[in-house]
């Protein structure tokens, strides 16, 4: 698939029927969603900072560029990455390891992970303009919007970002950290897709959907599913 079929999926998609992009951390999970079925496969930063033993947004980017190497080789289907903040790489050469890595598409962050401040939204964007005129259309840009997860409940802060980063040419917009109840105000001010992750006890994919949710992923939640499977499994091995 293409990154041009990929960003199709992203469109004129049914009220209930979000884009589902599982989140693979290692090369066999990523086979595990693929043969489930998935069309594509978006890679969580955190997830994959656990998988190799560091804590969330401490990750190396050499390191985090081989796992998304590893993830993306080992299936036939279009792997969006998660690259937190972009490790302080100029936009022509995150650019280049991006692609490098055979990954069709980015998370790109706008908030300080060390510092858990969020950036200047205007020059975020500029940013933002700076890492798609040097990608063109060879990638799709998912710009997280961190404002709800920094602690400012203003959705007018989250839609003022949003339309920022769509201006700058971002494919999508990604505001972590939601309250479901703000989705529908946020579906009606910003243009383009929507990145929701669902919230533990919250709505269910197809509500989100119909909330306002184009795309669904999941941030760490299903690595850390999978380690507390292993968990039980140990435990139940430590009890014969």
């Known amino acids: 698939m293409t990154v041009e079929t990929f960003r199709s999926l992203h469109h004129g998609r049914a009220p209930g029927d979000p884009l589902v992009l599982p989140g693979p951390w290692d090369a066999a999970s990523a086979r595990a969603f693929a043969e489930a079925g998935f069309p594509a496969l978006a890679t969580p930063s955190a997830g994959v900072a656990s998988a190799l ?36 790489l100029p936009p022509k050469e995150l650019v280049a390891r991006i692609l490098d890595t055979g990954a069709i598409g980015c998370n790109l962050e706008d908030s300080d992970s060390a510092t858990k401040a969020l950036k200047d939204p205007q020059r975020h964007a500029d940013w933002l303009a700076e890492v798609r005129a040097e990608a063109g259309d060879r990638l799709f840009i998912n710009a997280r919007v961190d404002s709800f997860l920094r602690g400012v409940r203003d959705p007018a802060e989250a839609i003022a970002r949003a339309r920022l980063y769509v201006a700058a040419g971002a494919d999508c917009v990604y505001p972590f950290a939601v309250p479901p109840g703000q989705l529908p105000l946020l579906r009606e001010e910003i243009e383009g897709p929507i990145n ?37 499994a140990a435990e139940t091995l430590r009890g014969n």
């Open 196 to 232: 929701v992750a669902p919230l533990p006890g919250g709505p269910t994919v197809a509500e989100l959907g119909r909330l306002g949710a184009t795309r669904i992923t999941f941030g760490p939640f299903l690595q850390q599913t999978a380690v507390a499977a292993a968990r039980k």
């Open 53 to 88: 033993g560091y804590e969330d947004g401490q990750t190396p980017a050499d390191e985090m560029f081989a796992a998304v190497t590893r993830i993306a080789r080992s299936v036939d289907l279009p792997v969006s990455a998660d690259v937190e903040a972009g490790y302080g």
